[in-house]
């Protein structure tokens, strides 16, 4: 049986992914105490990326605002899979979004809205976070967008 924040997500047309397997050497997420830390999720859909190249080149700052919410979907899987029950979120304590831009591209804080706004959608009042927006030269596969979130969760 689906919990709140897994209805709520149903409610908005969206379901929750498969945890994204790493790339490299490290785990998709980890508790310490009553936080969870997601390592930089990408914006994978099935497996692979639908879009790369930087953002204000070859992708829109629209089409990089929708890859950051994917991104924050997929850091909420990641998030459960060692939460157990995503109604088990406080709340989103950090996100720190990155995106590979062009030279003049500045748009950086419009593009990470995109996960801002689904955590806050899904989670209400419990997704206001603090938030970090930064500029990069590239991602990993050549990712525009790479999104890293840290929760509370609730003790027990």
């Not at 790493?22 to 009553?34: H, K, N, T």
């Not at 089409?63 to 899987?77: G, H, Q, R, S």
């Not at 419990?126 to 990712?143: E, F, I, Q, T, Y």
């Amino acid at each position: 049986m689906a919990g709140a924040v897994e209805s709520r997500l149903a409610e908005l047309g969206l379901t929750l992914p498969a945890v994204v397997p790493p790339l490299a050497s490290y785990q998709p997420a980890v508790q310490s105490g009553v936080y969870v830390y997601t390592s930089g999720q990408l914006p994978m859909v099935d497996g692979k990326l639908a879009v790369t190249g930087k953002v204000g080149a070859e992708v829109t700052p629209d089409e990089a605002k929708e890859l950051a919410k994917t991104c924050a979907l997929n850091a909420l899987a990641a998030v459960k899979s060692v939460a157990g029950d995503l109604d088990r979120i406080k709340r989103v304590v950090k996100v720190v979004g990155f995106v590979a831009s062009a030279s003049d591209f500045t748009g950086q804080p419009a593009v990470i809205n995109g996960a801002s706004e689904l955590l806050g959608a899904v989670l209400g009042d419990k997704g206001v976070h603090a938030r970090s927006a930064v500029g990069v030269a590239v991602l990993p596969l050549d990712a525009p967008v790479e999104v890293e979130v840290q929760v509370e969760l609730v003790e027990g």
